[in-house]
């Protein structure tokens, strides 16, 4: 004979919602999967019950999902946006259970400096080798999340620069200062590893 599952008294405990992994990169396409093990009050895992799922933020694949012939239930999830995400089951009208946060990450390989993000503070400058300008870039990935720890190569046309290599910080940002004693109009641009050079804004030394 065959037996079949109570499930009258199905229900979803916290350590039988699970994930295959709590971090994955914020590019729209990297996913994480949700897994629900649904058991009735012996144990027993129950086919055919809808599960709902609830997101503080991304995508997910489905509102509702129903277990398997395993008695799991299956979403997955993705953003594009780098942030936290929780993500809640819920049985009926039982309590939600709360799955494992899942911290989305900037998407590096899509890095980029946009000139909109390529900021100075002036355009005049005296030549007295003591008057500062100060340029200030911020890197995203391609939907805009910041991006830390990324290195920033920076040439001028003149003057000192105050270092020629930074790394952007946690709000992916990252800042240089200049300085001349020759006049002359200064052309700094900065590149990401391995991209092209993007150009500031001209400044005067006078």
């Given amino acids: 004979a065959n037996f ?9 405990d916290r350590s039988n919602l699970t994930v295959d992994r709590t971090t994955a990169i914020a590019n729209g396409s990297d996913s994480v999967t949700f897994s629900a093990l649904i058991k009735d009050a ?16 991304g995508a997910l694949s489905a509102a509702v999902s129903q277990s398997g012939k395993n ?9 594009t946006a780098a942030h936290d995400v929780q993500v809640q089951a819920q049985l ?13 990450t900037a998407d590096a390989a899509s890095a980029t400096i946009d000139a909109r993000d390529f900021i100075v503070d002036k355009t005049s400058a005296v030549a007295d080798g003591s008057d500062l300008v100060t340029y200030t870039i911020t890197v995203k990935d391609k939907n805009g999340n910041p991006l830390p720890a990324q290195v920033v190569n920076w040439q001028t046309s003149l003057g000192t620069l105050s270092q020629t290599t930074s790394v952007t910080g946690p709000d992916g940002k990252t800042q240089v200062t200049l300085t001349s004693t020759q006049m002359g109009q200064a052309g700094v641009s900065a590149a990401l590893v391995g991209k092209p050079a993007l150009s500031a804004v001209l400044v005067t030394f006078a």
Avoid: E, R, Y
């Fill in 71 to 79: 008695g799991i239930a299956i979403v997955t999830l993705k953003d």
């Fill in 92 to 104: 009926g009208t039982q309590a939600a259970v709360d799955a494992p946060v899942i911290s989305f």
């Fill in 42 to 57: 012996n144990g027993n895992p129950v086919p055919g019950v809808k599960l709902n799922w609830h997101s503080n933020g």
């Fill in 4 to 12: 079949i599952a109570d499930a009258s008294t199905a229900a979803l």
